[in-house]
């Protein structure tokens, strides 16, 4: 007799765990929405300002490149602007208005 062959079908799509799909079930549902939000920001394409073009992506841990103008930005680990160097570099400009 000759063996049938069943057809899956296969999921095309993840509903909720988009990127985070590839780890199943391991490390729990909490871990994996931090590393969701960490993942998309890492992977995500940043603008330039140098160029003003979205081209900036990451390259390594804190070092960010342009393909556009070629210039390696040093950056957060997995954003490029962090949350501090943003409020230093509104207080280095009071600081600069004040002075003149």
């Known amino acids: ?6 057809v899956v079908n296969m999921a095309k799509h993840t509903r909720k765990v ?3 799909g590839k780890y199943g079930v391991r490390y729990g ?7 969701k939000k ?3 920001t890492q992977h995500a394409k940043y603008t330039c300002g ?10 390594a841990t804190g ?3 342009c393909s556009s103008c070629r210039k390696v930005i040093a950056g957060g680990a ?16 009071r600081l ?5």
């Open 63 to 65: 070092v960010w490149n």
């Open 78 to 93: 997995y954003m490029m602007n962090t949350a501090a160097a943003v409020t230093v570099r509104a207080q280095i400009r």
């Open 1 to 6: 007799s000759r063996a049938r062959h069943r």
């Open 18 to 20: 988009h990127i985070t």
């Open 96 to 100: 600069r208005d004040m002075a003149e």
């Open 29 to 35: 549902a909490s871990l994996r929405k931090q590393i």
């Open 38 to 40: 960490i993942e998309i």
């Open 50 to 59: 140098f160029c003003g073009k979205d081209c900036v992506k990451r390259k």
